[in-house]
């Protein structure tokens, strides 16, 4: 025990410093024995001591009040994820030079802003999947075919899939759920045009992608978005279906890295990209690439739309936005997609 002095110091610590939390296990391999330690309790700071703490470590507040208001109305720690971008890399939470408060709610009021525009589009693209899924479905399939086993790849991801629904249906207050009749309509679940707006967009595209390759619905509803093949389409819905994801819970999307990366096509029927962010570099993983899928859906789910037209007026407005951070690519307002 004498080399593993960090973990007697430790220890140590513990004993006297008692906290109320559970008591986790920890190994000491030294010893091969397991000793149960109080895990330390973090304190939060106060509001006032909030800003003294951010000002130590370098960041410039030029007023109070208004950072006084972020950190009581947004928070301290959800405002962290924004001012990482103007910290130090080398020395832990120390603020670069000249980082200031009002680039940090620049930042934060940007993504704000932005998950907001995405919402807009992914409801459209979302609204018009389910349509034309049922559209496509239904008339050959029948009322109940989201749980028709014999046009599915995997029954254990369509059982997955039906004890979504179900729970779904279970919480669902509205009418048309309630007055699902099973014995008179011979069906477990209301019909596809009840059932599957009350589906998330995750569920949707998971429903999709376990439908068979030959199927052939599945691809007329891939080349409904212009899509040449289904596994586009497969790809492209999971990407904006986290995409909404993140948006609906509030998460920071603009210096995210997505690790669910779009499936890449080079020839394509609509307005796309001739400059493609490289499958290799850290490009593919960043925003842009996804908000060009966003695009591309949206020429078929909302035609004439005036989604470029408010990410540029977006962009413009947020001037000390880094695009770079964000993926995008040289001269990308000037590829056909963005017109």
Known sequence: MGKNLFLTKEWAYICVNRTRRASRKISVPEAGHFFYMNSIERS????????KILQQRGLIIND???????????????????????????????????????QVTELYNFDRELRLLLLDALERIEVSFRA??????????????????????NEDRLNGVIETINRELDR?????????????????????WETLPIL??????????????????????ARAYGLPKEI??????????????????????????YLSRPREIQLIKRPWIKNIPDGN??????????????RYLLHTASP?????????ELLVRYRGIDLERMGFLENWDEEDLWQ
Request: charged share 20%; proline share 3%.
């Open 44 to 51: 939060f700071p106060l509001l006032p001591d909030q800003i």
């Open 64 to 102: 109070s009040d208004e950072a006084n208001h972020y950190l009581t109305h947004v928070g301290y720690y959800r405002l962290a994820d924004y001012w990482q971008f103007f910290q130090k890399e080398s020395i832990r939470s120390a603020f670069i030079v000249g980082a200031t408060f009002d």
């Open 132 to 153: 034309i899924m049922i559209n496509m479905m239904c008339p050959v399939y029948g009322s109940n075919w989201f749980t028709d086993k014999t046009i599915f790849f």
């Open 172 to 192: 669902s207050d509205e009418q048309f759920i309630k007055q699902h009749d099973k014995a008179k309509s011979g069906f477990e679940h209301p019909p596809a």
């Open 200 to 221: 998330s967009f995750g569920t949707l595209s998971k429903i999709y992608k376990n439908i068979r390759n030959d199927i052939k619905e599945k691809r007329i509803i």
């Open 232 to 257: 586009w389409l497969q790809s492209w819905m999971q990407v904006v279906s986290i995409l909404r994801n993140y948006c609906a819970h509030h998460s920071m999307i603009c210096y995210r890295m």
């Open 281 to 294: 570099k850290v490009e593919s993983k960043q925003l842009y690439y996804q908000l060009c899928i966003v």
């Open 304 to 312: 004439g739309n005036d989604f470029s037209y408010r990410l540029m």
